[in-house]
């Protein structure tokens, strides 16, 4: 039997198995750097497969290594998040969640028990293929500064050292069976932007006496919008949006302060840079020009993602070859931001989309809602198809 039938009769055995993992994981979740029960299950379960669990690494996260023939020829980690959302689940099945007000809403039970999987198949054909396989179970995807980052700083990319990392996630618009993947710049940088800008508050009615900080910031919004429109190369992406502004007065009050909240993303580094000390400049300039004060917080959050075009051509292609081309979708570029692109700016990477998606099944919800499930068939395929990207790394 050739290797890739191999891998997918292994991956058609373990459904069951791996169901009944993602319940378990779906029904108790825990919120980001919280992940002390799930490191627990996942590494006993990595014993249970007769692997070795590094324990602790950046506080909940865990490593086990798979080694194959000629074991320090090559190197390549996979990766899962284990993190939970603070959503409350609405789902009506018998693996809602457990917890009030936490929920596997991103799919990262699913990432996890993929990775599971992929553990159990590749322990079995260790024999069969060269190299090693670096086994990532990573905390806090969802809350900076990204459990990414943490581990990246704890070693996770030295003992061995991977030259390249694969990760999936889930994607709800992309129908059960199929997988997505795109080369090059694919997600965007996610910086958080936090501004108080400052007046003197007073009544409503005699204007002339106060500095009113809500038509400050009324100028600041619409100016810092001209920072991506004129300045940002329009070949490279860039969003600005302001989520929350309280301007805590009334119809009669102009307040004293108002505080706007909003995001910044990107697809450039070097503009990334240049465009958050330009946005400080102008909304400071513009309140005192007004004679208020402005101060602006930036909490830097992950960069922008680059699939490496080499290492996910190959990834592609394992992809047609495992589930025929009809069933692998191209992507675009997508705005939201994920903590994988740490590790895409240190080695070679590669970040592509499972389909979860089943409309026959009511199964359409997106990720972070309330109702978001999945077509637990994706299992199979989210498993099998990892561990043969793998193996096609190490050839």
């Known amino acids: 039997m050739e290797l890739k039938q191999q891998v997918q009769r292994l991956a058609g055995e373990v459904k069951e198995e791996l169901i009944a993992i993602r319940r378990h994981l779906h029904a108790n979740p825990e919120l980001s750097f919280q992940e002390f029960n799930t490191a627990k299950f996942v590494a006993g379960k990595l014993r249970d497969f007769g692997l070795s669990p590094k324990e602790g690494v950046a506080g909940t996260g865990l490593t086990a290594i798979i080694e194959g023939k000629n074991p320090s020829s090559k190197v390549i980690a996979l990766r899962a998040d284990m993190d939970a959302l603070p959503i409350q689940e609405a789902n009506e099945v018998p693996y809602k969640s457990r917890v009030n007000g936490v929920m596997h809403a991103c799919g990262h039970d699913v990432h996890t028990t993929s990775l599971l999987g992929a553990a159990k198949i590749l322990t079995v054909l260790k024999p069969a293929f060269e190299g090693t396989v670096k086994l990532v179970f990573q905390p806090g995807e969802e809350k900076a ?51 108080t800008v400052k007046g ?129 979708v191209d992507l675009d570029i997508w705005m939201a931001g994920e903590d994988f692109a740490f590790y895409s700016h240190e080695i070679d990477a590669s970040f592509y989309r499972l389909g979860v998606r089943n409309e026959a099944k009511g199964i359409t919800s997106f990720v972070h809602t309330p109702t978001f499930d999945i077509d637990e068939d994706a299992l199979e395929i989210g498993c099998g198809l990892m561990a043969w990207i793998a193996i096609q790394s190490l050839a």
Request: proline share 6%; charged share 20%; hydrophobic share 40%.
């Open 145 to 195: 500064p990204g459990g990414a980052s943490l581990m990246i700083k704890d070693g996770v990319l030295e003992n061995p050292a991977p030259t390249k990392i694969i990760g999936q996630h889930v994607m709800p618009l992309i129908e059960v069976g199929k997988v997505g993947f795109r080369k090059g710049m694919y997600m965007a940088s996610t910086d958080e932007l936090y501004i």
């Open 200 to 328: 003197k508050g007073g009544h409503g009615a005699m204007p002339e006496l106060n500095i009113d900080p809500v038509l400050i910031m009324a100028h600041i919004i619409v100016a810092l919008q001209q920072i991506v429109s004129r300045n940002a190369s329009p070949k490279t992406p860039s969003v600005l949006s302001f989520g929350k502004v309280i301007a805590d007065g009334a119809t009669n009050i102009i307040p004293d302060e108002v505080k706007i909240e909003g995001t910044f993303r990107a697809m450039d580094e070097v503009w990334r840079s240049e465009a958050k000390k330009k946005m400080k400049k102008m909304a400071e300039s513009i309140a005192e020009g007004m004679g208020g004060s402005c101060e602006f917080n930036i909490v830097n959050g992950y960069p922008y993602l680059e699939n490496n075009p080499e290492l996910t051509d190959l990834a592609r292609n394992a992809a047609v070859s495992y589930l025929g081309a009809d069933n692998v």
